[in-house]
């Protein structure tokens, strides 16, 4: 048998020797700053609870998106939408714009793809002016535009593209310039134009747009923000039958880039003036789908329910019309054989 394990006495007049420490050594680790700052990424279960806030919906104006998302958009909350062109995309951003405005919010509208002056032309005509009025040249349509914003109490910015500001400087300046306790919503369009300072020049189009949307995602939770950001969409999205079977390959770049969003919306053409958006994925409530129609004097966009049937223009319905005809004569003249 072994003899005894002996343990030194311990010395309480030495300070470096503390119970459970019988050798008189520091035993606590020093952590590095990086260390440190690793150790705070683990969150214990009632700290992640109390940072739970309960959902502010703001109403979009879109009746599917509000109808299925619990009374609106969110604080913390991202959509992105991507279709072909002529999808209404930006116009879209326009809409959102005169909805969600009001003593609450506070807008900042990057418009990077189409021209920014246009942009808040079809803005300005959200809020009831005449869009080809909204011009230097008519002045008073402008001042009178102003009236109407500051009776609403709303507070729109937009980010003037040639200052080529990265995604972290536009949130944080934003952030000093809006009035406080107002919910800060970015309206971006688009994605591919975005910069963020993680960035660099070796970076694929692919690491550039996962890097601007990760900057957003961030900036969605330090400043409980709200953002509906315009991608671009890949070739497929153009066919109205590729967008329906499969949704989130309509988002360029990469699907798992749109997955990271609470809700991402395909967008596709069924005429002219009808836009079909397929919601194939919905943190918020159910998926769906459902229809934007273009009024093209306001350049308000009107929701309905479902896929609906695309308008036919005038040679589609004479050539359905002539196939009718063409059935009235056939099938009699088949029944008799």
Not at 20 to 44: H, I, M, R, Y
Not at 172 to 183: G, M
Not at 224 to 238: L, N, Q
Request: charged share 25%; hydrophobic share 40%.
């Amino acid at each position: 048998m072994s003899a005894p394990f002996s343990v030194p006495p311990l010395d309480v007049t030495d300070p470096t020797q503390e119970a459970g420490n019988d050798w008189g050594e520091e035993t606590a680790e020093v952590l590095t700053p990086e260390e440190q700052k690793a150790a705070k990424a683990f969150v214990s279960l009632p700290e992640v609870l109390r940072q739970n806030k309960p959902r502010r919906p703001i109403r979009t104006g879109v009746s599917w998106i509000d109808e299925n998302t619990g009374g609106g958009l969110s604080p913390g909350e991202a959509v992105i939408a991507g279709g072909g062109p002529g999808t209404v995309k930006t116009t879209l951003i326009t809409n959102l714009s005169e909805n969600m405005a009001g003593p609450q919010t506070a807008l900042c509208l990057i418009a990077w793809d189409e021209r920014w002056t246009k942009v808040a032309q079809k803005t300005g005509a959200q809020f009831g002016e005449p869009y080809s009025e909204l011009t230097s040249a008519h002045p008073l349509t402008i001042d009178r535009l102003e009236t109407r914003l500051a009776q609403r109490d709303a507070f729109i910015r937009f980010v003037d593209p040639a200052s080529g500001l990265p995604v972290e400087e536009i949130a944080e300046t934003f952030d000093r310039v809006a009035p406080k306790d107002r919910i800060r919503i970015y309206l971006v369009d688009l994605l591919q134009l975005m910069e963020s300072k993680d960035c660099s020049d070796d970076d694929t189009e692919q690491i550039e747009t996962r890097r601007v949307v990760e900057a957003l995602l961030r900036v969605v939770r330090l400043q409980e923000a709200i953002v509906f950001a315009i991608s671009e969409a890949t070739k497929a999205a153009i066919a109205l039958e590729a967008v329906e079977a499969n949704p989130l390959a309509v988002f360029a770049t990469s699907r798992k880039i749109a997955s990271r969003f609470d809700l991402p919306i395909a967008m596709a053409k069924l005429d002219e003036t009808t836009v079909l958006c397929v919601v194939a994925k919905n943190r918020l409530g159910p998926t769906g789908k459902f229809r934007l129609t273009l009024d093209p004097v306001t350049w308000r966009l009107g929701c309905q329910e479902g896929r609906g049937e695309p308008k036919r223009t005038k040679g589609e319905a004479a050539r359905a019309e002539a196939d009718s005809e063409q059935q009235k004569i056939l099938v009699p003249a088949l029944l008799k054989a």
